[in-house]
Structures are given as structure tokens and as C-alpha cells.
């Protein structure tokens, strides 16, 4: 039903749209059909033609923006990507013929595109309707109304509604394009690889860069760390066996054989420090130095039976200094500390509880050590010595800080055991790096990968006003409207839809991954950026959550309850899926937003008081609803992005898109038998597109069991 006002105009929004927009048309010069035509052409545009058509479709934006503007339609945020679908319409509607002759066929794929089709999409056609034929438009009736009908028609349909513009937000397709394009920039390491001559199978072991920030394991840090590797013509250089035997030292995922340097027994470090690997690569030489910094990271000691490891590398002096005389490439070490602390929880190098040194655990003592060591390098040659040459008790601290006199039991067994004959400094570990002026290590490999995800965006199945044919034209609105309205609700219901699509392929796909396995292309562009991730909670019965025994509390703890759940699946949906660790690669700053959809009834226990329950400080939110009966008792949740370009360009870390493609809305002599009838058709093009592969839903189940709970009413007993 239209609603009038008292001089007959059309009060409906619609309605209102198409008048103003009729009446500035009228007045503005119509498109060159010519020149319509040259925007859909698939040979090069000359560079007039292009001036000419910027000229026309600007005019044609400002006629369109004059319209809204009297009609307060604009909406800032969205009227961009009205105001250019609905050029676009007037554009291919000024010279139909051309436009609904193009050839909408998709391209093969490629190695950098893959395209991607919309078989399964609904209401897939793939086609032109027969009834589009162009011998069947009425070219009078196609002159006047087609720019008309088709400009009101694609700027009322580039938006969605609420629900489906926050969850899917609208993107509109240029109209001579077949398929919306995602560039993907995948960015992954590797530690490079050596050919055997065997013909081994050759795995580069490649890991997407996003997976490091949870994994820090998967950068190599230390590849330039000097780290000395125990062989067997060069086993009088480390600590003897028998005292401290050899261990595997994990580096960078390599293990290397290694013990602690001896004490008084000059090495070349950088000899040393070859691995196999490396020899492989070839021997170090004489471009082969060490960096200026050498510290002396650990000391290993015997006092009495027991074997200590200090960690001296926390102090000021154990790092080697310029020397002041000699050559420039000398280094000095003259370390001297009276604070290491051998404490109660103190162990030997190997973990195990101390047996000289016990009275320390026993009585809860600590006691404090003197230590010097002096030493010299050469980071040229790499030629490195240490010498240890005091080790001393200097005092024992009870549990309160006071110290023990030299009269005390324990502190008599504890200086005992410094005194022993065993006691003595064994050797260390020295903490340098590789100065790699020769490049000889390279590092991490990084491989850059660009592709391009080609979506088909589908002629759907049609949507036709029908008439008699000697109905005038004053019925043409009316169909406009119905057109609008009927393609308004197919696309909500197809937003909703989409939804459990995508919840279908991500639960179906997510839980098969393995740590290394390629993410299939049906999980969109985002996959390698983020780690596909879904959460399904099946099981979330409120009369279980919420065990309110008065009824006056009863709605305030369900709200807190489904709140609680939420924002337990949200935090779990962030982390699982690595999403801060994407959004630091592609420069998205502040709190990510969390969409929750809903059905309207359970919207309303989010909201307390009109305002939005606090989820967390992480994150952001935007809760829409819809009466859509297939969303009753779900809650999906999704991550959105809301920057100025939106609805303008998809964007990585948003869940998904619908792309809108601008179609012409035409009246047509339809013959069928011996019936004519006239027709008002159009022929949608959209497809709503997962980009992130990140997602959650969450069903509810016996809401209204909360509230039929007996409740439990209390009385004071004297």
C-alpha cells in the first residue's frame, strides 16, 4: 500500500526516490548512448572518451546527491558507494543493448589468480534471463524509464540492512567487471636448504611469518651465536668430561653438542664453533671474525663435592673491554664481583641438591661470594682465554639478612667446604656472536607471494513485475517498489544464510589442519594471515548457567551470564587464531571490534539499561538481530573492521563482504501462448564473500526455562 499526502504524491522512501530522481533527470541531459557504451568496452577507451565519461558520470553523482540531500537520504558513511552504484546503473542503462550483451564468462585460473565460482551460491543463474532478449525491450518505454528505474534501484540496493551491513558490509563491483579481486600478499620463512647428490626429497619447510608472533620459536634469533661444539680432537678445550659431561644446546631448533670452555686453555672460538652444518657450506677463514661484545655469560665452579654455575653475565664487569694498549682488535677482561649468592633453593648445574654446601638448605642461609676472573680475546683471530683467580666466601646472611657469625655450626660447614681441596673454578661459557661481515649466515629466508582470489559475482535468478499490456505508465512506480522490496528481503535472508555457509565450511575444514597444512582456498584470502579458527558451543543451556534462587535477580544474571560466554568464546576465537598478530602485520590500529549477531529476543539480554555490556577491555562490539527464524537462539560472533574505507576496498581482518554489482532494471512485451503482458524486471548481481576465516556460534538453548524456575523465598528465623 502507497501512503499518500494530501496532494497526491508517493510518501513511501522509495517512492519518494524515484520522484525526485524523475524529475531531475528530466531536466539534465540525457547519456549518450555512444558514450554508454564505451564504459563496458573491452577494447582500450581513448583518452578523450575517458574525459568524457568522468564528466558525465560526475554529473550525473551531483544530480543523484542534489536528490538525497533534499530527501535527507544521505548517510555519511554509506552515500560513496550509493551514489557510485547508482551511476553505474544510469550509465549501463543508457545503452542496454551493450550492457546485457557483454560477456560475463569467468577467466581460467592462473598461477597468480585463482578464481573462484559461485555454483553453490543461491538463486545461482549464471546467465542472462531469456526474457532480456533485446528484441523484447520496449525501446520507447526503455528511453524514458530504464535510467530512471535503474539508478533509484541500484542506490536503495548497494546497502544492506543493519544486520547484514555490519556482519557482510556492502562493497559495489564496476559494472563491466565479472568477478571481485582480493590480492593476497603471503608472506613465509624458511631456513633455506642444501641438495644432496643422493636426489633426496628436498622440503623447504616453509612457515607463515603471522605464525611467529605466537610462536616465537619459529625465528631463528641466535643463527650468528658462537656457540662451541665438542669433537673429539678438541676435547681439551672444554671442562673435562668426567666433572661436567658435553649436553645438546638447542639452538634456533638445531642442537649443538657443546660443554663449558676449561679455564687457562686459549681456543679459536670461532673454530669451534662450526657446526656440521655450516662445514658443509665450507670452512670458516680469515673473513671470519667475532663481534666486539664477548661476555662471560656462565661460570662454573667445584666447591667441595659440589658443582655450581653462576650466572655472571648479569653483571657489569664480566664483559670484555677495548684494550688500551696493543692492537685495536684486542679485548680485556678484568671481571671482579662480591655479590653472587649461593641461596637455600640453590642447586649444582644439573639440578640436584647440594651435599658440601647442604647447611645452606638446612638452616635457610645464603651465602655471598667473592669471584675475579681476568682474561683476554682477540676478535680478528677470535683467539679467547679466561683465567679464574679468586673464589672466596665472603659472608653468610641468615633468612632475615643479618649475618652469621664465624662461630656458628653451619657457618663453620659452609666455610668448610670453600676451603676443601676439591674447591677450584673449572671454566665458562662465553657469550659471543659472529660479526657476519661476509655473509656467511644468512638467516631467516622470507618468500613473498603475491595472488590474486578472483570471485565470481553470479546473475542471480530474476525478480519481475507483471501487468497487462495496456496498463500505462502510472503503475511503474509501484513495480519499482516491489522490485526493491522483493530484492531487499531475498538479500537479508541470503546474509543469514551466508552465515551458516560459512559456519558449514569452517567447521568442516578447521578442525582437519595441521600445524603445517596448506588452509584450502574455500577459507578466503585471510587464511594464511590468520589461523582459521570456529567454535561451535552446541551446549549453552541457560537454566543451567544461571542458578538465581530469587526470581528479582533472575534477568540481570542471565544477561551476566550470557555476557560471561561470549566473551570467554571471543577471547578464545583472538588467541586461537593469531588475529593480533595479523593486524600488526597490515597496520590496523586500535581494539578489534566483535559482531555479534543475534535474534531479536536474546539481543535483549545483551543490553543493559540501553547501553551495551562491557565485554572486555580487548575489544570493541557491535550487536545487531534479526527475526530471521533460522537465527533464534544463535549467537554468531565475527571480528569486523570499521576504518573510512569499509565499504570501499575489502580488508583482510573483516569476516567477509557482499559484493553488490549494479544491474539494469527493464520493462519489457513478454509473449507466452497467446498472452502479451508487459514486465518490470531485473536481474540482481551480489555474492557474499568470507574473507577472514575467523568465526564463532553459539546456541542457545531453554531461555525461558530460566524463568520458570521456582524461586526460593528466604525468612529470618529468630
Not at 528530466?26 to 549518450?32: D, L, Q, R, Y
Not at 558507494?81 to 551493450?98: I, K, L, R, T
Not at 655469560?297 to 655450581?308: A, K, N, S
Not at 559456519?503 to 594464511?528: F, I, T, W
Request: with cysteine; proline share 4%; aromatic share 6%.
Amino acid at each position: 500500500m502507497q501512503i499518500r499526502g494530501n496532494n497526491g504524491v508517493p510518501s513511501t522512501t522509495h517512492s519518494r526516490l524515484l520522484a525526485g530522481l524523475g524529475l531531475a533527470l528530466s531536466e539534465s541531459a540525457p547519456v549518450e548512448p555512444s558514450l554508454a557504451s564505451r564504459v563496458f568496452a573491452t577494447e582500450s577507451v581513448s583518452n578523450e572518451e575517458s574525459h568524457a565519461i568522468v564528466r558525465q558520470a560526475d554529473s550525473l553523482q551531483a544530480t543523484i546527491a542534489a536528490v538525497t540531500s533534499r530527501l535527507e537520504m544521505r548517510d555519511s558513511k554509506m552515500v560513496m558507494v550509493q551514489e557510485h552504484a547508482a551511476v553505474q546503473g544510469a550509465m549501463a542503462a543508457s545503452n542496454s543493448a551493450a550492457f546485457l550483451s557483454r560477456d560475463l564468462s569467468m577467466p581460467a585460473s592462473t598461477k597468480d589468480m585463482m578464481v573462484m565460482p559461485a555454483n553453490d551460491a543461491p538463486s545461482y543463474l549464471g546467465h542472462r534471463s531469456k526474457v532480456f532478449a533485446t528484441e523484447a525491450f520496449d525501446n520507447s518505454r526503455a528511453d524514458r524509464s530504464a535510467v530512471l528505474y535503474t539508478t533509484a534501484y541500484n542506490y536503495s540496493m548497494s546497502r544492506q540492512e543493519e544486520f547484514g551491513e555490519t556482519v557482510w558490509p556492502t562493497l559495489t563491483l564496476p559494472a563491466d567487471q565479472v568477478g571481485f579481486g582480493v590480492v593476497v600478499d603471503r608472506l613465509t620463512i624458511h631456513r633455506g636448504v642444501q641438495h644432496s647428490t643422493t636426489g633426496a626429497i628436498v622440503d623447504f619447510k616453509k612457515v607463515d611469518l603471522m605464525r611467529a608472533m605466537r610462536n616465537p620459536k619459529l625465528l631463528q634469533k641466535d643463527r650468528t651465536l658462537c656457540v662451541p661444539v665438542v669433537r673429539g680432537n678438541n676435547l681439551t678445550r672444554f671442562v673435562d668430561a668426567a666433572v661436567i659431561p658435553a649436553y645438546d644446546r638447542i639452538i634456533d631448533g638445531q642442537a649443538v653438542h657443546t660443554a663449558p670452555l676449561k679455564f687457562g686453555v686459549e681456543s679459536g672460538l670461532r673454530g669451534l664453533c662450526q657446526t656440521d652444518a655450516e662445514l658443509a657450506g665450507g670452512i670458516a677463514n680469515q673473513t671470519d671474525t667475532l663481534d666486539p661484545t664477548i661476555i662471560v655469560e656462565h661460570v662454573y665452579v667445584q666447591i667441595g663435592d659440589d658443582i655450581l654455575k653462576f650466572n655472571t653475565g648479569v653483571h657489569a664487569s664480566f664483559n670484555f673491554t677495548y684494550a688500551p694498549q696493543g692492537q685495536d682488535k684486542a679485548r680485556i677482561l678484568n671481571a671482579s664481583t662480591k655479590s653472587l649468592r649461593i641461596k637455600p633453593d640453590t642447586t649444582d648445574f644439573a639440578g640436584a641438591a647440594l651435599v658440601s654446601l647442604g647447611a645452606l638448605a638446612t638452616s635457610g642461609y645464603t651465602a655471598i661470594v667473592e669471584m675475579d676472573v681476568s682474561g683476554s680475546a682477540n676478535i680478528e683471530t677470535t683467539n679467547i682465554v679466561c683465567y679464574g683467580n679468586k673464589l672466596k666466601l665472603v659472608k653468610v646472611l641468615d633468612s632475615t639478612g643479618e649475618e652469621v657469625p664465624s662461630s656458628n655450626a653451619n657457618y663453620v660447614a659452609i666455610a668448610a667446604a670453600f676451603n676443601d681441596a676439591d674447591t677450584k673454578m673449572l671454566g665458562f661459557d662465553a657469550k659471543a656472536y659472529k660479526s657476519n661481515v661476509n655473509m656467511r649466515e644468512r638467516g631467516d629466508f622470507i618468500d613473498r607471494t603475491r595472488f590474486t582470489m578472483l570471485y565470481e559475482v553470479p546473475l542471480l535468478s530474476p525478480v519481475t513485475a507483471q501487468r497487462p499490456v495496456n496498463s500505462d505508465a502510472s503503475t511503474d512506480g509501484g513495480d519499482y517498489e516491489a522490485l526493491v522490496q522483493h530484492t531487499r528481503f531475498r538479500q537479508n535472508n541470503e546474509a543469514v544464510t551466508a552465515i551458516f555457509a560459512s559456519c558449514d565450511v569452517l567447521s568442516a575444514q578447521c578442525p582437519m589442519l595441521g600445524e603445517n597444512d596448506d588452509p584450502s582456498p574455500d577459507l578466503g584470502p585471510a587464511r594464511y594471515h590468520v589461523k582459521p579458527t570456529f567454535i561451535h558451543d552446541r551446549a549453552v543451556d541457560m537454566a543451567t548457567l544461571v542458578d538465581s534462587l530469587s526470581s528479582s535477580t533472575r534477568t540481570a544474571d542471565l544477561r551476566s551470564a550470557l555476557v560471561n560466554r561470549i566473551r570467554e568464546i571471543a577471547l578464545q576465537m583472538y588467541i586461537s587464531s593469531e588475529y593480533q598478530a595479523a593486524a600488526l602485520a597490515l597496520g590496523l590500529q586500535g581494539k578489534p571490534v566483535l559482531n555479534i549477531a543475534t535474534d531479536v529476543k536474546t539481543h535483549t539480554y545483551l543490553m543493559i539499561e540501553g547501553d551495551l555490556r562491557t565485554l572486555s577491555e580487548k575489544f570493541d562490539y557491535r550487536i545487531v538481530s534479526t527475526i530471521d527464524e533460522r537465527m533464534e537462539g544463535k549467537i554468531f560472533l565475527s571480528f569486523g573492521v570499521y576504518d573510512e574505507s569499509r565499504n570501499q576496498a575489502p580488508h583482510l581482518l573483516n569476516f567477509g563482504n557482499c559484493v553488490w554489482a549494479p544491474e539494469v532494471v527493464l520493462a519489457a512485451t513478454v509473449s507466452g501462448g497467446e498472452s502479451v503482458r508487459k514486465e518490470t524486471m531485473v536481474q540482481p548481481r551480489w555474492r557474499f564473500v568470507m574473507i577472514s576465516p575467523v568465526a564463532a556460534l553459539l546456541e542457545i538453548t531453554n531461555l525461558p526455562g530460566v524463568f520458570n524456575k521456582i524461586p526460593v523465598h528466604f525468612t529470618n528465623v529468630p
